[in-house]
């Protein structure tokens, strides 16, 4: 039996985006969001959370400060409008409370075909720019996905069938 099994939970958790040793990206359309009252874990209080739930999907996805933000900076402040828009969601490793490493569920925008950035980068000018940026080359982001799917398909489970979502 596997421990996965044992640990089931009705609400979205990285380990549901994993397949193998790998976890993979799924590209989905936001149904709404939810309020419900959930027993926090440290006080037991009761206390009240968003979910984010998509179409197509059994489990929803209990939002944390930085999805609620990333989400925000996407569609606006009002949850109302998020329905009918895509949202990539992806694992990422970070730390919960106590500085132990887990995984995490994030989501980001879907790249829009033929568009345009709103700003250009500011090229060095100055010697001492042109330094900074040398120094700074070997932390830089190359714009590359650091979670890409196994088939380049923004993941639907590493399948081409937009339809198949193995946490529904």
Do not use: C
Request: glycine share 10%; net charge negative; charged share 20%.
């Amino acid at each position: 039996m596997n421990v996965n099994d044992m640990t089931q939970s009705k609400y979205l958790a990285a380990k549901d985006l994993k397949d193998g040793q790998s976890y993979n990206e799924f590209t989905l359309v936001i149904s709404g969001v939810v309020s419900v009252e959930m027993k926090n874990q440290d006080s037991g209080a009761m206390e009240t959370k968003y979910v984010l739930n998509f179409q197509g999907a059994d489990k929803g996805m209990v939002l944390n400060k930085t999805n609620i933000t990333t989400l925000g900076t996407l569609f606006g402040d009002e949850t109302d409008a998020w329905a009918g828009k895509s949202v990539i969601l992806f694992a990422v490793g970070t730390t919960d409370k106590n500085g132990n490493p887990v995984m995490g569920l994030r989501v980001r925008g879907v790249p829009v075909q033929g568009a345009k950035p709103k700003f250009a980068a500011k090229a060095p000018t100055t010697a001492k720019e042109q330094a900074k940026v040398i120094q700074q080359d070997d932390n830089q982001y190359d714009g590359s996905d650091p979670t890409p799917a196994n088939d380049g398909s923004h993941g639907n489970g590493g399948s081409n069938d937009p339809d198949r979502i193995p946490f529904a």
